[in-house]
């Protein structure tokens, strides 16, 4: 690689039981082995992850680089790597080949940004395996979407969902957030009629803009529900997974029980909602809360199959959806909404999405200023 790879970098790293990223000066740049690559990060995105980290909800005693939607530029290669070159731009899927599930940790916690050094930080070092070329004229920050957030969208909406171009289902896409807005891209441009729900209304104006026919606050879709005629969709992508929203989700699904012709109605579960979040937004508590676990959700087997209802869920995508979702960017079909910011400017950037206050998908460039 041509220029000279510095022995330290910036880096916020992830110490157990701090409620904050700790910026360090002086981490060390890891030195790539046999097989490896040092990426120099170019960006990488903000994600709801983060902070169930750093609010225990995810007990992880590891000390570690957080983040894990990283894009970059090769600066230095390992014995026995070939192909790799060094002005190209890759997207980086996290689970590292090697990376094994335990009755513990399943493989996603033991991947690059969760449990591995991750991207925020100037430099990370991955497998090539890992590394997905990124089209030409796709800027780094918005590429960066496609390291997790579009490839878990593009995952649970084509794949899990079944969602396909030149559908003419009736979906819903529950939660307008980072995720959200891209989801109710891909169903839009697949032909679907695209209905949203979000409690904040700049997140619902963004929805129409983006092509929604309509999206509800939750009063209003409470009522829609409730009608003698009633608001249905085919399927239903929910982002929050909470009890109110998945009460909502079934409310909306049940249109199926009259016709056992029809294929049975899906709710996609995507988001894992903490109660303890919102408990530590609300209390400003600088301590992390420990022991917590996801809302339970209040499920009747008869229920389901009495309503022809599926419930899926879904996490992360593969490497073929990562090409997939970085093909959506390269083809307009999907614009993600994205607002760049330092990486000194992490800690606020998780704190807004503790707080529900993007809009959009924030992404950290090492080096902005």
Do not use: W
Request: glycine letters at 8%; proline letters at 7%; aromatic letters at 6%.
């Amino acid at each position: 690689m041509s220029a000279a790879v510095p022995t330290t970098m910036r880096a916020a790293v992830y110490r157990p039981g701090h409620f904050n990223l700790a910026i360090e000066d002086d981490f060390p740049v890891p030195e790539p082995g046999s097989g490896q690559v040092l990426l120099k990060v170019a960006a990488c995105g903000a994600c709801h992850s983060d902070v169930l980290l750093l609010t225990n909800a995810i007990i992880d005693d590891r000390t570690y680089v957080l983040g894990h939607e990283v894009v970059g530029y090769p600066a230095k290669l390992g014995p026995n790597v070939d192909g790799i070159e060094e002005s190209q731009l890759y997207s980086v899927h996290v689970i590292t080949p090697c990376a094994k599930g335990t009755i513990a940790l399943p493989p996603i916690e033991q991947s690059i940004g969760i449990g591995r050094n991750g991207g925020y930080a100037e430099y990370v070092l991955v497998e090539p395996r890992q590394l997905v070329p990124v089209p030409d004229g796709i800027p780094p920050e918005v590429a960066a979407v496609a390291g997790d957030a579009l490839t878990t969208v593009f995952n649970a909406v084509h794949n899990v969902a079944g969602i396909l171009p030149g559908t003419n289902k009736r979906v819903l896409i529950y939660g307008v957030g980072g995720l959200g807005h891209l989801a109710l891209q891909i169903a839009k441009s697949y032909g679907a009629t695209v209905f949203a729900v979000d409690y904040r209304s700049v997140a619902r104006e963004l929805a129409v803009k983006l092509g929604a026919e309509r999206a509800f606050s939750l009063s209003e879709i409470t009522n829609e529900t409730s009608k003698a005629v009633p608001f249905t969709v085919d399927v239903v992508i929910d982002f929050v997974v909470n009890e109110q929203s998945f009460t909502l989700d079934k409310a909306m699904t049940r249109a199926n029980a009259d016709n056992f012709n029809a294929p049975p109605s899906k709710i996609v579960l995507v988001g894992i909602f903490h109660q303890s979040v919102r408990r530590r937004v609300h209390a400003h508590s600088p301590f992390p809360q420990t022991g917590v676990s996801a809302e339970n959700l209040p499920i009747s087997s008869a229920e389901l199959i009495e309503f022809n209802t599926q419930v899926l869920s879904t996490c992360y995508g593969s490497v073929d959806d990562m090409k997939s979702a970085l093909q959506l960017l390269a083809s307009g079909a999907v614009k993600p909404v994205v607002h760049t910011v330092p990486l000194e400017a992490v800690d606020k950037a998780i704190n807004d999405l503790r707080a529900s206050a993007i809009v959009g998908r924030r992404v950290i460039v090492p080096g902005l200023l």
